[in-house]
């Protein structure tokens, strides 16, 4: 019940379309969804992060889909870019406690070719 | 933009041996966590530490693991006898306080375990 499930493994996407990830959770106690970009040999760094009590949070090229009932939350890059070329990871957490555990999910290896 | 911190960026160690693997958190922030993540693997929640305590660890954060935070800065992560399978990246992160929701990662150190 603590598994975050991610899909694609892998992406391949031209240069200015859009790229989507996808991820599902089971526990229901989840209330706080970031999604991390790691370049190779870098730390995770934080790109966007949503609540469940909005449906969509958007920053800049990057847009959050948040489906409640469902259980599943995704990452769109519009217009992609090859400098979006990274692994990309989403996470959850129970929010309401001070402690941010975060369980990841298997990651996305994205390609954004010229 | 303050940053997390890690040193050695890349430690190779024999069998048996203890590493200890260091961090500098964010200056402000008063939660730290140690992640772990094995080559082409997800990223794997280790230990969280507050007020000079661990608040929760995981499965993997056994008797051969521990954490300090030996002065006002720098925050620890101790292996007292590694093996194989602790081969891996290490990541530090810290978040600001309670509620504050958003982890920040440090590079990372790749510990080499011969």
């Known amino acids: 019940q603590q598994q975050v499930k991610q899909s694609p493994q892998s992406l391949i996407v031209q240069k200015g379309g859009i790229s989507i990830i996808n991820c599902a959770y089971e526990?229901?106690?989840?209330?706080?969804f970031p999604w991390y970009q790691q370049f190779p040999g870098k730390g995770p760094a934080l790109l966007i992060a949503i609540r469940p009590d909005v449906s969509e949070k958007k920053e800049g090229r990057f847009t959050i889909s948040f489906n409640k009932s469902a259980k599943q939350f995704s990452l769109h890059i519009m217009d992609s870019q090859p400098g979006d070329s990274a692994t990309y990871f989403c996470a959850a957490s129970k929010a309401n406690t001070g402690f941010q555990k975060l369980v990841f999910g298997t990651g996305t290896r994205l390609l954004v070719s010229p | 933009e303050p940053e997390v911190t890690q040193t050695p960026s890349h430690q190779v160690t024999q069998m048996g041996q203890e590493v200890i693997l260091r961090c500098v958190p964010i200056s402000n922030h008063l939660y730290f966590y140690w992640y772990r993540q094995i080559l082409g693997q997800k990223v794997e929640f280790l230990v969280s530490f507050y007020n000079n305590e661990i608040s929760e660890k995981s499965e993997i954060f056994d008797d051969q693991f521990s954490v300090e935070r030996p002065d006002g800065s720098n925050f620890t992560l101790k292996i007292r006898s590694t093996k194989l399978e602790d081969s891996a990246m290490y990541f530090c992160?810290?978040?600001?306080?309670?509620?504050?929701?958003?982890?920040?990662f440090g590079p990372g150190t790749r510990l080499t375990v011969t």
């Open positions: 526990n229901t106690a989840f209330d706080y």
């Open positions: 992160a810290s978040s600001e306080g309670y509620r504050s929701y958003e982890q920040y």
